[in-house]
Structures are given as C-alpha cells and as structure tokens.
C-alpha cells in the first residue's frame, strides 16, 4: 500500500519561505520519479517541480529561482524549499508518485 504523507505547510508573509516535506512508503522510493503539484481555489491542479530518480529536475516557470526540490533515498523523503513566497502561491500542494496522491498540506501567502 502506497503512503504519501506531506508536511510543512503553514502561514507566512510575502518574500518568506517554507520547506515542505513528503515521506513516502509502500514503493521502491529511489526508483521513482517523485512530483510536487499545486492546486489553488478556482484553479486546476499544476506540476510546480519534479525529480527524477537520477535527480535530474524541472520546475513550472512561475516557480523558477525561487523553489528547490530535494530527495532523500535513504530516508524515503522529498522536499520543497520555497523561498521568496508570493501570495500567487497560496494552494494545497500535494506530493505525487506513479498515479498516487498524497492528502496536501495547505500553503497560505498572506500578510
């Protein structure tokens, strides 16, 4: 059974910054291509970064310069740095692998 569990959301001022974290179980972690996705009210869900099991990686124009995804093989753990937050991106930011979601973690840019 795949487990995605996200953590690290919060409130934060404009030009602050977040570090989101998804532990994963139930799969052959550092084989898979792991995914950050966003989804604002209103909005379609949206790729914000990805990584590849190689830890190559690529990132929604919007969030480029400002965002950084990490893994952590042994630990079975993606991350999201987010610095210079801006209120556009206020969202649920899930992590995905395969076809598989985690439950979100609530990311509000507000002053």
């Known amino acids: 059974q795949v487990q995605l569990v996200e953590s690290g959301g919060g409130l934060v001022q404009p030009g602050g910054s977040l570090r989101l974290s998804c532990t994963a179980s139930?799969?052959?972690?550092?084989?898979?291509?792991m995914g950050w996705y966003r989804q604002a009210p209103g909005s379609q869900r949206e790729l914000v970064a990805g990584?590849?099991?190689?830890?190559?990686?690529n990132y929604a124009d919007s969030v480029k310069g400002r965002f950084t995804i990490s893994r952590d093989n042994v630990n079975n753990k993606v991350y999201l740095q987010m610095n210079n937050l801006k209120p556009e991106d206020t969202a649920v930011y899930y992590c995905?692998?395969?076809?598989?979601w985690g439950q979100g973690t609530q990311v509000t840019v507000s002053s």
């Open positions: 990584i590849t099991s190689l830890g190559s990686t």
């Open positions: 139930g799969i052959i972690f550092s084989i898979n291509t």
């Open positions: 995905k692998v395969q076809h598989y």
